[in-house]
């Protein structure tokens, strides 16, 4: 992360980045349902199946059932 030090917009860029190759376990370019489902139990042993809704409705520009980089990324920037 050569430059990020000074330069919070790269910060931000790597960090959506690395957090949606975390999301994306199938490697698929898409993080779904079932994958935030997971990894949101893994961290807080909490089913959040609403949670996930409002998350999908709020992430799905395209409605079409997963959330890709893109879509994750025009979020957080």
């Given at each position: 992360m050569r430059g990020c030090a000074n330069n919070p917009k790269e910060e931000l860029e790597q960090a959506v980045k690395q957090a949606f190759v975390?999301?994306?376990r199938n490697q698929d370019g898409h993080v779904s349902p079932?994958?935030?489902?997971a990894a949101l139990s893994e961290r807080t042993g909490r089913s959040h199946k609403g949670l996930i809704g409002?998350?999908?409705e709020?992430?799905?520009a395209d409605k079409d059932?997963?959330?890709?980089?893109a879509e994750l990324a025009s979020l957080a920037m």
């Amino acid at each position: 992360m050569r430059g990020c030090a000074n330069n919070p917009k790269e910060e931000l860029e790597q960090a959506v980045k690395q957090a949606f190759v975390e999301l994306d376990r199938n490697q698929d370019g898409h993080v779904s349902p079932a994958e935030l489902q997971a990894a949101l139990s893994e961290r807080t042993g909490r089913s959040h199946k609403g949670l996930i809704g409002l998350m999908f409705e709020t992430l799905d520009a395209d409605k079409d059932g997963m959330v890709s980089m893109a879509e994750l990324a025009s979020l957080a920037m």
